[in-house]
């Protein structure tokens, strides 16, 4: 299979293992089908607070991901899958070990937070093939790394190495071994939070990015006024005070 899912308490850990290393339209659509599954489990004692996505995020796309001929309806369903991840609202970590090309490194990118191994490698090479990013490579680099590090890496195919990718801030830290122990364990911390709260965090973040300042402001400060009426707002007032850990139920 070229994704598998599997969870561990409110963690749920998403596994890429495309065939050879290389993207097809079903490990997309695999990948998009685990994200979607995932994002409907916010409630209830098997609610996931945070998520992992490890395994091998692959160094392209298949021959016949590249030769897609299907116009607008094809090169969209290519996406699909990327784009469901990234809209999902629980918090993503991403744990990339060695190659993280193409698609990897488009699916990489909509995750919240990434972590890599020294020995990873990061590029977008589609202008080499007379082709650009199809999954949101163009869009969400810039929003990560910036315009002008976003248009180097696009416009030239450049592999950079992690300690690169750290340095620009496509990757939040590198990691000397086990990246994906690290990513569940940052995972872990991110799900002892209130749950609502870091899922309007990063509302607020990602949605903020789209709006003026003046805006995302207001915004913000609807979420907090939301969060003012949640039993999870007053149980952590209340841990606070007795000076305990929060008991946070998701409401």
Do not use: N
Request: one cysteine or more; a negative charge.
């Amino acid at each position: 299979m070229s994704v598998t899912l599997e969870f561990e308490g409110p963690l749920a850990i998403i596994t890429l293992a495309p065939e050879g290393g290389r993207h097809d339209r079903a490990s997309i659509e695999a990948l998009g089908d685990a994200a979607m599954y995932v994002a409907g489990r916010l409630d209830g004692p098997e609610a996931v607070r945070a998520v992992v996505v490890t395994g091998d995020f692959g160094s392209g796309w298949t021959e016949d991901a590249l030769a897609e001929t299907e116009g607008i309806p094809g090169i969209e369903a290519l996406g699909a899958g990327v784009h469901a991840l990234a809209e999902m609202p629980q918090p993503v970590v991403a744990a990339i070990s060695g190659a993280c090309h193409g698609p990897g490194l488009e699916v990489a990118l909509a995750c919240d937070i990434r972590l890599a191994t020294g020995d990873s490698t990061f590029a977008a090479p589609e202008t080499a093939l007379g082709t650009l990013p199809r999954a949101g490579g163009t869009q969400r680099l810039g929003r990560a790394v910036g315009r002008a590090q976003a248009l180097r890496l696009l416009l030239t195919g450049d592999t950079i190495d992690a300690a690169e990718a750290r340095r620009i801030g496509l990757v939040s830290s590198v990691v000397a071994a086990d990246v994906e122990g690290a990513a569940r364990t940052l995972a872990g911390r991110i799900a002892e939070r209130g749950p609502i709260a870091t899922r309007m965090g990063k509302e607020a973040v990602q949605r903020g990015a789209e709006m003026t300042l003046e805006q995302a402001l207001r915004y913000e400060t609807d979420l907090t006024v939301m969060l003012q009426s949640t039993a999870d707002r007053a149980e952590g007032v209340r841990a606070f005070a007795a000076k305990r850990p929060p008991r946070f139920t998701g409401r």
